[in-house]
């Protein structure tokens, strides 16, 4: 059975930093994608940062490049998020994901999912 799940959600103030973990287990991931999506109310899911478990490379959207850096531990199976300077627009329920496909951006192509952890961002 596989399971993903999330850790690390909290409230944070703006300008602050938060670390959010995924922990992959019930299958070999070694050649998923891992992606990290959120959701804020009323709003669709949209995609965060992207991982290749092999060589480790990685995929971000534009709103986040250059404060969030997804990582993983191979040996932990766990993927990580790690979010700085965030904003209140930062604020969503947030997805671990696993693909097996080449796509790293659409939700739907993703397979497996954990539960979600709430980031919120205080202004």
């Known amino acids: 059975q596989v399971q993903l799940v999330e850790s690390g959600g909290g409230l944070v103030q703006a300008g602050g930093s938060l670390g959010l973990s995924c922990a992959a287990s019930g299958r070999t991931f070694s050649t998923y994608r891992m992606g990290w999506f959120r959701q804020a109310p009323g709003k669709e899911r949209e995609f965060v940062a992207a991982i290749t478990w092999s060589r480790g490379t990685t995929y971000y959207s534009d709103s986040v490049k250059g404060r969030f850096t997804i990582s993983r531990d191979n040996a932990k199976n766990t993927v990580y998020l790690q979010m700085n300077s965030l904003k209140p627009e930062d604020t969503a329920v947030y997805y671990c994901?696993?693909?097996?496909?080449?796509?790293?951006?659409?939700?739907?192509?993703?397979?497996?999912w954990g539960q979600g952890t709430q980031v919120t961002v205080s202004s």
């Open positions: 994901a696993a693909n097996s496909g080449s796509t790293w951006n659409v939700p739907r192509m993703y397979e497996y």
